[in-house]
């Protein structure tokens, strides 16, 4: 949008601030928002990017992810609910074309050392923030509007996010899982020949997978949570019509103070949900054997020789990883007792040789309805004889 100071004759040139207000989706903020719950983050001195996502039902919570596991051990598949585990995946490129990873969730707890970088961080967007509002005091043809706005929407993102980190928490960890010192471990399956495996014991498992967000327990009344929602939204609203009401209106400096913070929030986002996907990774153990698998017969035999131990054999059966055909029932028999194989060169072998085995029957069974029927007359003929005289001798 062009100033409309009547005052201002100049030739500057123009932005178009509502084509530059936000760059990435609303999604990927919300994603931050809820893949870190770190305090640092809820004070940085950046906006929100894609402020209006507060003005939308918090009913996400109740969905889950869009990866789902299986586990072997338990014969059952079920959506992911960790959204710090999702964001992970996703930052870490775990699940990219090709890959196979293998992670054990260690007994005790992983102090990650991205802590500092978060401070670090916060501290810088704090110096931006400060540089922001002295540029836009000192810069000629400056206006109010520009440190107004600045003060005002940062303010405003601290105040969202700190409600948000102090109202929504993890649900708690699980108390009542059977036997909570058993192994475990569960897959999730990429796009093209990829995996990944998380082990561990049956109640750290439980607890990566299941474990969504939920409202505060000691502030979960509806009334509670439904004065915080109302605050939020009008809050929202009022700040969303105080930026378009003022920015039209004010000078191409005051544009490009408001673009610069909205850069800030967006790099605020990008680099927490990366800062947050390496800090979830960085409390987990990766084991040895992760690699590039050029197909899925390597990735289906990857995934058979970790759980070889899984007492039911049938588990690629449930969870509908293997067609059920005698070749790759043979094939995942022979795997596990061949696992230096290459798997797709072992594959080739036993439909081969079920080739040849079915060829061979088709031809003998043809054979026998080509013979003349003079002969099948004949012979149908001595078989009644010998009956015949095997009856009269008794």
């Known amino acids: 949008m062009a100033s ?13 601030v509502s084509a530059l207000m936000v760059l990435i989706s609303e999604n990927e903020e919300l994603k ?52 710090a585990l999702e964001n992970a995946i996703k930052r870490g490129r775990l ?27 916060a501290g810088f967007t704090w110096a931006c923030m400060g540089g922001l509002i002295v540029m836009s005091l000192m810069a000629p043809k400056a206006t109010w509007i520009g440190p107004t706005n600045s003060l005002v929407y940062t303010g405003w993102s601290i105040i969202l996010r700190i409600v948000e980190f102090v109202m929504i928490k993890p649900s708690r960890e699980p108390d009542s899982t059977c036997r909570p010192d058993a192994p475990d471990a569960v897959y999730i399956l990429g796009r093209d020949n990829s995996a990944l495996v ?29 004065f915080w929602q109302m605050f939020t939204k009008v809050g929202t609203l009022l700040v969303i019509f105080l930026s378009f009401s003022t920015i039209p209106n004010g000078s191409t400096m005051d544009q490009v103070v408001f673009i610069l913070l909205n850069l800030l929030g967006q790099a605020n986002t990008l680099l927490g949900l990366w800062l947050n996907g390496r800090s979830c990774l960085d409390s987990l153990e990766e084991l040895p054997g992760g690699k590039h698998v050029k197909n899925r017969t390597a990735t289906y035999a990857s995934l058979i020789l ?66 003349d029927p003079k002969s099948q007359n004949e012979e149908k003929a001595t078989v009644c004889h010998q009956e015949s005289v095997a009856s009269i001798s008794r």
């Open 198 to 226: 998380l082990s561990g014991s049956r109640r750290d498992i439980k607890a990566w997978t299941t474990r969504g967000f939920v409202y505060n327990q000691d502030a979960k009344s509806p009334h509670t949570t439904s």
């Open 306 to 371: 970790f759980f070889k131990d899984v007492q039911d054999r049938n588990w690629t059966e449930k969870a509908g990883l293997l067609p059920q055909t005698p070749v790759w029932t043979e094939w995942r028999d022979r795997i596990v007792r061949e696992p230096d194989a290459d798997p797709k060169a072992l594959y080739n072998e036993i439909n081969e040789a079920h080739q040849r085995a079915s060829n061979k029957k088709i031809s003998i069974d043809s054979a026998i309805t080509t013979v």
């Open 95 to 121: 699940l990219e074309d090709g890959k196979c990873t293998f992670f054990r969730i260690p007994q005790s707890r992983r102090r990650t050392g991205n802590e500092p970088l978060k401070l670090i961080w």
């Open 32 to 83: 931050y928002r809820l893949s870190g719950r770190n305090l640092l983050q809820a004070i940085c001195a950046a906006p929100v990017s894609g402020i209006q996502t507060y003005l939308k039902s918090y009913d996400v919570l109740l969905e889950p992810s869009s990866y789902a596991y299986f586990s072997p051990y338990g014969g059952k598949s079920a959506p992911l609910r960790n959204l």
């Open 4 to 16: 409309i100071d009547p005052n201002d004759k100049s030739e500057d040139w123009m932005f178009d």
